[in-house]
């Protein structure tokens, strides 16, 4: 997570391909088209709701900054990171416009430190999914050749 | 040429119209959680593939019926399907055919079998169309019709799970895990211990007031050749066997002293994996692993939406305490070890509803 990356204004989640749930110590992200999933750590569970939302990511940086105990310069560099991960397995989508909305993490009652979001991926269910591939249509028959 | 849906629909609904009389159907009233589900086989060859795991559920006679299924084949009933006006940008990856559904109707395409479902959920009237009862496969005679049922368990807030169910008593544990990881070895192990059947592969869960699963199919499968194998299954004949002589199926309901609970409260779930020891035992594990254990092949076996089903079995596993079950090559002790799990988790839960009634 070191490359260098643009990170946009603010992202939203592609809910057409990807299903997440938060738990206290990560979010696992499922890729419901071909199994993949994924284990986030780290600050993730703290952040996650405003990042998926639309909340401007540079708020979520201060906020998360806020916090302390970790140099500033890798809070930002290390959610950057994050985020254009996240956007290279199209799991965050861009997203131009910050909902403006107020952030969640500000209103949490637990102020834990942070810790730089770890990305975890496991790839052994696609199997399941490649079964039954998708089949051309034969035109003269109006059904999928087999 | 059938252009839509709507076109296909009343193409199905025409023909039953026209029947003069139903000379060859036979009928099976089969159960759904708590609700009734109506299959009319056109065909007796048909009732024979589809109808063996599932005869055994009788619903009550107050329950409800929320679907009329009509199953035809065409060699035995003439019903030819014209030319279906659709492309491939109708298709998905699974059966369900987007291009090919609205509100009312959800419309299956059945690759294996060269055949197609449509459903009018408002009418509760549904046709399952194939060439013939010998394109049916193995897995499907095995569980039947498990693709609308993901789609059936959606409609009713309920929804289809990839795991196996025991159950004693009406307290019950669920096994999680990817194909070959033990739950079929396990659910069976469990059953030769005296524990009642709910499920080896798919079970149907609700969370309405707690954690239940109810049963949907009879049938149970072992790998011939698995390494693990409940010992009482080295006397017992298989009733099928898949036509690569890889799988053996067993309906339980058809086996002396074996029973199959139609629900049960789920108490735990556990991920069986195999140990080299010679002892089982169990090892708490947390929610999240709980979830990656049930939620990837459930979800990627599944005709019902995604997030619909993520946030099921996330409130399932953050209500009900994980583990990971070591399980040695003999089965016997990991199925007494769940039998006493689900009595110790009783205990317990009784134990809690009592004091906080008493408090």
């Known amino acids: 997570m070191n490359r260098k990356v643009n990170t946009p204004a603010a992202v939203r989640f592609n809910h057409d391909s990807f299903a997440y749930e938060i738990f206290d110590r990560e979010v696992i992200v499922l890729n419901m088209i071909d199994g993949t999933y994924y284990a986030f750590g780290g600050s993730t569970p703290q952040f996650w709701e405003d990042l998926v939302s639309g909340r401007s990511i540079d708020r979520i940086i201060a906020a998360l900054e806020d916090r302390g105990s970790t140099a500033l310069s890798d809070v930002r560099s290390s959610v950057s990171s994050f985020v254009g991960a996240l956007m290279e397995e199209q799991i965050l989508l861009f997203q131009d416009v910050d909902t403006g909305a107020l952030l969640r993490l500000n209103q949490s009652a637990l102020i834990a430190p942070f810790a730089p979001p770890t990305i975890e991926k496991h790839v052994d269910m696609q199997d399941l999914l490649t079964l039954d591939p998708i089949h051309d249509v034969e035109p003269e028959k109006g059904w999928p050749r087999s | ?359």
């Not at chain 2, 060699?75 to 509100?103: A, E, H, I, M, Q």
């Not at chain 2, 689900?342 to 009784?350: E, F, G, H, P």
Request: hydrophobic content about 40%.
């Open chain 2, 1 to 359: 040429m059938i252009a839509n849906a709507i076109a296909l629909q009343r193409y199905f609904h025409d023909w039953l119209l026209n029947l003069a009389a139903l000379p060859k159907v036979t009928k099976l009233r089969t159960c759904f959680g708590e609700h009734g589900v109506e299959i009319t086989f056109h065909d007796p060859e048909l009732a024979s593939a589809y109808g063996r795991a599932l005869k055994h559920s009788i619903p009550s006679a107050s329950a409800a019926t929320i679907l009329n299924l009509h199953v035809v084949a065409q060699d035995s009933s003439g019903l030819s399907l014209p030319k279906l006006g659709w492309d491939k940008t109708d298709f998905s990856l699974k059966r369900v055919v987007p291009g090919w559904c609205d509100n009312k109707r959800t419309t299956f395409l059945l690759r294996t079998e060269k055949g197609i479902c449509l459903i009018n959920w408002e009418d509760r009237l549904a046709f399952v169309w194939l060439p013939s009862h010998r394109n049916i496969p193995w897995w499907e005679r095995a569980a039947p019709f498990r693709w609308l049922a993901d789609q059936l368990a959606q409609r009713l807030g309920m929804c289809t799970l990839h795991c196996g169910v025991v159950s004693k008593d009406g307290h019950g544990v669920l096994f999680a895990g990817p194909a070959g990881a033990g739950k079929s070895t396990l659910t069976l192990a469990c059953v030769g211990h005296g524990l009642d059947y709910v499920g080896d592969d798919y079970c149907l869960f609700e969370y309405s007031s707690e954690p239940t699963c109810f049963n949907l199919y009879s049938s149970a499968k072992w790998s011939i050749e698995a390494a693990v194998r409940p010992s009482w299954l080295s006397d017992q004949l298989p009733h099928e066997i898949d036509e690569s002589g890889a799988k053996a199926v067993l309906y339980i309901d058809e086996l002396p002293s074996r029973a199959i609970a139609g629900r049960t409260r789920l108490l735990a779930v556990l991920m069986p994996r195999l140990t080299p020891h010679h002892q089982a035992g169990l090892e708490p594990a947390s929610p999240p692993e709980a979830l990656r254990r049930l939620a990837p092949s459930t979800i990627a076996q599944s005709e019902a939406d995604g997030g619909f089903l993520m946030g099921h079995i996330s409130r399932l596993v953050k209500t009900v305490p994980a583990y990971h079950l070591d399980m040695p090559e003999d089965t016997d002790e990991p199925a007494s070890l769940v039998s006493r799990l689900i009595s110790r988790l009783q205990t317990d839960r009784d134990r809690l509803r009592h004091d906080a009634i008493c408090s």
